[in-house]
T-cell receptor, first 116, second 111 residues
């Protein structure tokens, strides 16, 4: 089956530094990748949609300059949290689509970011 | 504005009994609904889905029911097993490829 690898699984960084999270589709080409954020005991909130070779589409309220998304190839998308602050601490999850609408999603295992 | 709501934050069920997880939605444009299972510190895994043209879909121990008029769907797990203990998310899609998630329900199956 389709596998999406997300790294790192957890990261602790100092305030003001930047952190990069990678999302790779291992056995399929992902035309579209999605980045979600989950706060404790809350839903997964879609942050942005990235399409290979084009700019990401951000959801309302998500700062583009803070959460940089790059989808350089059909198998790799990266999310960079720039100038991280403690309020950015969260669980970030990516998913990749093989096409076929909502049915074709595969999620990564998530990244726990803690900013101290 | 929560378009997908899971009003029960948690549910506790005895092993062997039926688990019923509920989900309500407000957007009548949603035409595809999915249930995901999630363990702590892991990404969600797909469980079962249903198209808006159906009212029931069954896969082994899992059955999803859709009541379009009430904008309500439910996931039935029978018989429930301890390994089913996880967070269950309801998600909906409307004509595109974006998913809107509910807040999740923690299911605990007691042995």
């Amino acid at each position: 089956g389709a596998v999406v690898s997300q790294h790192p699984s957890w990261v602790i960084c100092k305030s003001g530094t930047s952190v990069k999270i990678e999302c790779r589709s291992l056995d399929f080409q992902a035309t579209t990748m999605f980045w979600y954020r989950q706060f404790p005991k809350q839903s997964l909130m879609l942050m942005a949609t990235s399409n290979e070779g084009s700019k990401a589409t951000y959801e309302q309220g998500v700062e583009k300059d803070k959460f940089l998304i790059n989808h350089a190839s059909l198998t790799l998308s990266t999310l960079t949290v720039t100038s991280a602050h403690p309020e950015d601490s969260s669980f970030y999850i990516c998913s990749a689509s093989q096409g076929g609408g909502a049915y074709g999603y595969t999620f990564g295992s998530g990244t726990r970011l803690t900013v101290v | 504005d929560q378009q997908v709501k899971q009003n029960s934050p948690s549910l506790s069920v005895q092993e062997g009994r039926i688990s019923i997880l509920n989900c309500d939605y407000t957007n009548s444009m949603f035409d595809y609904f999915l249930w995901y299972k999630k363990y702590p510190a892991e990404g969600p895994t797909f469980l079962i889905s249903i198209s808006s043209i159906k009212d029931k879909n069954e896969d082994g121990r899992f059955t999803v029911f859709l009541n379009k008029s009430a904008k309500h769907l439910s996931l039935h797990i029978v018989p429930s097993q301890p390994g089913d203990s996880a967070v269950y998310f309801c998600a909906a899609s409307g004509g595109g490829n974006k998913l809107v998630f509910g807040a999740g329900t923690i299911l605990r199956v007691k042995s």
